[in-house]
T-cell receptor, first 111, second 112 residues
């Protein structure tokens, strides 16, 4: 069946470096994609989203890239800080009521 | 601004006991509402969603049920809990249409 997955379950980066978290999806009909950050014991927090009519969107220190040809989504975090340490989830949907989440990538920032 | 509240934050229940988790949203009207379960170290599994009062869609068969008695209130229930019901339960809301879902801080449910 259709699924959303991540290439790496864990990612460790040095403070100040850039981080890239990747996500693959298989439902070619998906047209809305979201990245969430989840800290321990809390609910996921919205970071940034992108619709299928775009291939790049930037926020504060974060950029999401969408490659519909290979069904790939990535989250780039610039100048990674200790407060960025968390689990990051990608999610994809066609109508918001079938949003599917990846298993998550744990980002650890080393001082 | 909109806020979402879930309670309790943690709950320990014996097998076979009933369950009621409550979620309320403030600062918006006619939201879509969602219940998810998250197993340890895993992604989120959608359990129920609601697009309006009294309208509940179930995504997975289970011994849980959901109700939406008011526009901004979403309740997750069970008559008899199973050991497999342990997990982290998250409520979320979104505006109508393809918009981000916003999550509460969850309820950690342990079944003994």
């Amino acid at each position: 069946g259709e699924s959303v997955g991540l290439h790496l379950p864990t990612l460790s980066v040095q403070e100040g470096d850039n981080s890239i978290i990747n996500c693959a999806y298989s439902n070619s009909a998906s047209d809305y994609f979201i990245w969430y950050k989840q800290e321990s014991g809390k609910g996921p927090q919205f970071i940034i989203d992108i619709r299928s009519n775009m291939d790049k969107r930037q926020g504060q220190r974060v950029t999401v890239l969408l490659n519909k040809t290979v069904k790939h989504l990535s989250l780039q975090i610039a100048a990674t800080q200790p407060g960025d340490s968390a689990v990051y989830f990608c999610a994809e949907t066609t109508n918001n009521n079938d949003m599917r989440f990846g298993a998550g990538t744990r980002l650890t920032v080393k001082p | 601004s909109q806020t979402i509240h879930q309670w309790p934050a943690t709950l320990v229940q014996p097998v076979g006991s009933p369950l009621s988790l409550e979620c309320t949203v403030e600062g918006t009207s006619n939201p879509n509402l969602y219940w998810y379960r998250q197993a340890a170290g895993r992604g989120l599994q959608l359990l129920f969603y609601s697009v309006g009062i009294g309208q509940i869609s179930s995504e997975v068969p289970q011994n849980l049920s959901a109700s939406r008695p008011q526009d901004r209130q979403f309740i997750l229930s069970s008559k008899k809990l199973l050991l497999s019901d342990s997990g982290f339960y998250l409520c979320a809301w979104s505006p109508q249409g393809n918009q981000p879902q916003h999550f509460g801080d969850g309820t950690r449910l342990s079944i003994l």
